[in-house]
């Protein structure tokens, strides 16, 4: 524990106190460490502070998306610390997802001193722009002086916090190049100055610099502009993208309750819609059928938050060139993959939400709604029927499931791939508004069990995740997470035992190459893994028993595994079957 005003040992490590303590005073305080020498200093500062949380992480790509897990849930930066070389480097998957997703991190990276750069020395690599456009903005850290004011390594880390938070949140890196002696040895003599400033510093109880910032509220215009195409609107849509924040997902409800327009919900929106009066549960699945892509063309489209994760959706919204889409999102950056958004408001969404609904608007209800029930019933009972005889080993069965099953409130992650689709399209979950999370940002199956674990760490809720084999595969080190948690978790596996994501891909025909080159057999199971981690561990082999051991399971103080031995063949060929009597059978409307 870090001494209230003993004398500081060195230059190194009265840098890396000052470091440290800044970011406690602006309210950073979840450190994510992975050991090595050349970031001892900002390992003992961190060690020594008795404001800081510590995560200790045995290797840097499950400590980074850990740490973005944790970031995401609680929207507050944590400070990753690593050592020299190519430990950085392993940063890199999580500062890709976490920059394209808007989420904080700081990365305190230690680095050789410049003399050792391009010389070849051990474990000496350019550090400076390693991670390209990704991070909001970096600094390459000089070498720790008594002839440098130490006020800027205060005012600097201060700049990082507020660049990973405003405008737009995203990763920062700080390059800390440190000479030797690492440890904590009283190798020198600071001068009185510096002890003197160390002392006052420790005495204060605030940021160095104070910032104020953040989104700010729509304008009467914005309300006024977005109220005028909304009244003279005959046939709306509100769409519901990734919603992060609680408060964004409660202002949702209520605007789809408002409107009375029909009302598509995406995965990470946490939106039930099937509970909502307007809700579209099976859009992605109507648009299938080519009559309806056809005949229903919104005239206003109104989409609160991140994009969708449907791709039909997208190629659909794509022909809509007559359509005006209307986007409201609190992150600044362009997300507009089919170029047709004509009316973009930045602003907290909450708030746009509040205002919007204080005004009085006698709304044109579009003719669509009507069809909704039955469309929506018809829709159920050809996805039962498809599923009816062979749950288990359907991972449509499987999801639609344990997506009833889950606790009410239980935050949710699903992995890419076949997880984040399967509840997209076929789950009907209990409850009204939970929290939905997945990495979309670039939508990659590496580092799920480490971001599912810091997920649970940061909203300090019991958590399900839901990923594939080939995801489990990738991230089998980051068991150790979800072993030291605290935070009970269930992870369910979904073993096809070959990565059937591809059996959705237009290459599945292409059968020369298809199956050596695309899909990835294997007779691996889970159990040993989970055994040498120390995680209890099942593999229901029925329904009923995936129900039993799930709900007992949930009700644990620990953390679990539950594997699941589906079938990636006879999932695809249920989901061919749904969309081919979807097509068969739906009368499109006949109107605009």
């Avoid at 993208?241 to 609680?246: N, Q, T, Y």
Wanted: hydrophobic fraction near 40%; proline fraction near 8%; glycine fraction near 6%.
């Amino acid at each position: 524990m870090q001494q209230p005003s003993g004398m500081v040992e060195n230059i190194n490590i009265f840098w890396a106190q000052l470091a440290i303590s800044v970011c406690v005073h602006n309210g950073v305080t979840c450190f994510v460490i992975s050991p090595g020498s050349r970031s001892t200093p900002l390992t003992v500062a961190a060690a020594r502070h008795p404001k800081v949380t510590l995560r200790r992480a045995y290797d840097e790509r499950g400590a980074a998306y850990w740490a973005l897990g944790w970031a995401r849930a609680t929207g507050k930066p944590a400070v990753l610390i690593a050592t020299s070389g190519t430990a950085v480097a392993n940063y890199l998957p999580a500062v890709v997802e976490a920059s394209q997703e808007g989420i904080p991190l700081l990365l305190f990276t230690a680095d050789r001193p410049p003399e050792l750069r391009d010389t070849a020395a051990n474990q000496t690599i350019q550090q400076p722009g390693i991670f390209g456009t990704y991070v909001r903005w970096q600094f390459d850290m000089p070498t720790p002086s008594v002839a440098i004011d130490p006020r800027m390594v205060l005012t600097t880390v201060e700049q990082a916090i507020f660049r990973s938070q405003t405008p737009y949140p995203g990763p920062v890196h700080i390059n800390w190049m440190f000479r030797e002696p690492l440890a904590p040895l009283a190798t020198e003599t600071l001068p009185e100055t510096l002890q003197q400033f160390w002392q006052w510093w420790q005495q204060q109880r605030k940021p160095f610099t104070e910032y104020r910032a953040g989104v700010h509220p729509p304008t009467k215009d914005d309300i006024r502009q977005v109220k005028h195409y909304l009244l003279n609107s005959r046939n709306g849509l509100l769409v519901l993208g990734g919603l992060h924040r609680a408060e964004d997902r409660q202002a949702a409800w209520r605007l789809a309750h408002y409107l009375r327009w029909p009302v598509y919900g995406d995965v990470r929106s946490g939106i039930p819609v099937h509970q909502i009066t307007a809700g579209w549960r099976y859009l992605d699945i109507t648009l299938a059928h080519p009559q309806w892509q056809r005949h229903y063309r919104p005239d206003v489209i109104l989409h609160l938050g991140t994009p969708v994760t449907s791709k039909r959706y997208l190629q659909w919204t794509a022909t809509l060139r007559e359509s005006l889409y209307i986007h409201v999102s609190p992150l600044p950056h362009r997300q507009d993959p089919n170029h047709q958004v004509r009316l973009r408001l930045y602003c907290d969404l909450a708030e746009f939400v509040n205002a919007l609904t204080f005004t009085e608007m006698p709304l044109h209800q579009p003719p669509v709604l009507s069809l909704l029930p039955r469309l929506q019933s018809f829709i159920d009972a050809i996805i039962e029927k498809n599923i009816a005889d062979n749950h288990l080993h359907n991972e449509i069965g499987v999801i639609r499931q344990l997506a009833v099953w889950i606790p009410e409130g239980w935050p949710v992650f699903l992995g890419n791939s076949l997880p984040i689709r399967l509840w997209d399209w076929f789950a009907i979950p209990a409850g009204e508004v939970r929290a939905i999370f997945a990495n979309r940002g670039a939508s990659g199956i590496d580092g799920l069990i480490a971001t599912a674990s810091g997920i649970a760490a940061g909203v300090q809720q019991p958590l399900t995740a839901i990923i594939g084999d080939i995801a489990t595969i990738h991230d089998l080190n980051s068991l150790i997470h979800l072993k030291e948690s605290s935070i009970p978790m269930v992870l369910i596996i979904l073993n096809n035992a070959e990565g059937g994501i591809f059996r959705w891909l237009p290459i599945a025909g292409v059968l020369d190459v298809f199956e050596q080159h695309f899909l990835t057999p294997h007779t691996f199971n889970f159990r040993k893994i989970a055994e040498m981690f120390g995680i209890p561990y099942g593999a229901p082999r029925t329904l009923k028993g995936f129900q039993k051991i799930y709900r007992q399971w949930v009700r644990q103080p620990d953390n679990r595994i539950i594997e699941i031995r589906t079938r990636s063949a006879e999932t695809y060929r249920s989901y061919e079957k749904i969309l081919e009597a979807v097509r068969h059978a739906l009368e499109p409307p006949h109107h605009k």
